[in-house]
């Protein structure tokens, strides 16, 4: 299925899924992926938003579902979204640009919470057909308005992401193809979240994926007891292209499409937005003389230099101006020589405010994605010119990759790195056997 112009051609997409004739490609980023959320989630526990939805879904939603790290216990609904809210708020997830979405912190916590609510193995390779099918259905729709509708002001990491949170919960439940299809038009209805706390630094924004998390598995709660949903919700003259986006969808090119949308998703290093990764990563790994910069001038795609807060330079009063800015994280690598949890333990430091003003952002039109060009220039006139093609920046793009960077972060976070080795060799199994258990003992216990 090529195009989208109907919430069928959508369904198509996620029951054509079948993990044994998946390619190694998509199996194994599956595996990177997942592991890389999991672990994510234990490093967003401590956050303030965390505790406080944590208090909040326990008091309003009490039940039996896992809380990922904490050793507590909520309704599926709830867990789902306090999970993937616990992974957004750490901000080291998993990013896609052409969506402009964080795919797995919704699928994942939707598809573990409708594990825990359905109570019975799974069919081999069901739990791993969801998570494929949920990052699919995001990536390929995502594509077709994710620019137009964050130019309006909406999130595209909420309004696109209840979708694949509605096909993983749907595949795990075990919906049929009448099911799936009003699961996804459901999903429709539900789809919410705006930019503006980008802008205003308020944490409100990290709820977003979870609240998808949680919307899209009560989507497909709502179509396993028949309800229906409306059959144009995507592609009519009230629907959601042209309230989104305002795009007709039957007029929207699909251009090249990747095979596989899962695999085409990158997994963060440092502390910062997606949009900032590459240039980060490209100046991490450049052996930059980080005492004698006198500026930095960064060249981003369009859609990366205009998203609300990456070309912010101060004051930074809050997290969420912090870890949005480019200019604060290149300043904080200037200041400290790092990017990680220690560099938003305090983020009104004058001196990485200071050093981010020596740096410049600006986009140009011939960039896509997460495509960056740097010159870095040194006090007494030398400089450093350095070219990142965005798919091919330093993320973390195998299992071992993940699974290093994950045991640094839990080392600097102070968590047990043993851990990681426990999911790493877990989640193979969650993806191709028929069980949860496994994995819900490592993540459910306290730590």
């Given amino acids: 299925m090529s195009q989208i112009r109907s919430v069928t051609d959508l369904a198509e997409i996620a029951a054509a899924i079948d993990w044994s004739g998946l390619p190694a490609e998509a199996v ?136 694949g949170a509605a096909a993983a919960a749907a595949k795990v439940l075990g919906l049929d193809r009448t099911q799936l299809e009003a699961a996804l038009a459901l999903a429709a209805q539900t789809a919410a979240g705006l930019n503006q706390p980008y802008l205003d630094g308020s944490d409100d924004w990290i709820m977003l994926p979870g609240m998808a998390a949680r919307n899209g598995l009560d989507a497909a709660l709502l179509a396993r007891e028949g309800v229906m949903g409306a059959s144009r919700i995507l592609e009519g003259d009230l629907g959601f292209f042209r309230a989104y986006a305002d795009t007709d969808l039957a007029t929207v090119p699909t251009g090249d499409l990747p095979a596989w949308e899962v695999a085409t998703t990158r997994l963060k290093t440092v502390l910062t937005c997606g949009w900032n990764q590459a240039s980060a990563n490209a100046l991490l790994g450049a052996g930059v003389r980080w005492d004698d910069v006198e500026g930095v001038e960064v060249t981003l795609s369009e859609e990366a230099a205009t998203f609300a807060g990456v070309d912010n330079h101060g004051p930074f009063q809050t997290y969420t101006a912090a870890v949005l800015s480019l200019p604060y994280a290149i300043g904080s690598l200037i200041a400290t020589g790092r990017l990680d949890s220690t560099s938003v333990a305090d983020v009104t430091r004058p001196e990485v405010e200071a050093a981010g003003r020596r740096v410049t952002v600006r986009g140009r039109a011939d960039l896509h994605g997460y495509d960056t060009e740097i010159v870095v220039r040194y006090r007494g006139g030398d400089e450093l010119a350095l070219r990142s093609e965005g798919g091919e920046a330093r993320w973390l793009l195998t299992v071992p990759e993940v699974v290093d960077s994950l045991h640094e972060k839990f080392e600097i976070s102070g968590i047990d790195p043993a851990v990681v080795d426990k999911l790493a060799d877990a989640v193979p199994a969650l993806l191709a056997d028929s069980s949860v258990t496994p994995v819900l003992d490592i993540v459910g216990a306290q730590y």
Avoid at 28 to 53: K, M, Q
Avoid at 121 to 146: D, K
């Fill in 28 to 163: 194994v980023a599956a595996e990177r992926n997942t592991l890389h959320v999991l672990g994510t989630t234990f490093l967003g526990r401590d956050r303030d938003i965390s505790r406080r939805l944590l208090g909040y879904a326990g008091r309003s939603a009490p039940g039996t579902a896992t809380v990922l790290g904490l050793g507590a216990t909520v309704a599926p609904g709830a867990a789902a979204f306090v999970n993937a809210t616990l992974c957004h708020a750490d901000f080291r997830d998993d990013a896609h640009s052409p969506s402009q979405s964080h795919p797995g912190v919704t699928v994942i916590p939707a598809a573990l919470a409708a594990a825990e609510l359905r109570g019975e193995p799974l069919a081999p390779g069901v739990f791993g057909e969801a998570v494929v099918a949920g990052y699919q259905v995001i990536g390929r729709l995502g594509r077709l308005g994710a620019i137009r509708s964050t130019e309006r002001g909406f999130r595209a990491s909420a309004i696109y992401t209840v979708f």
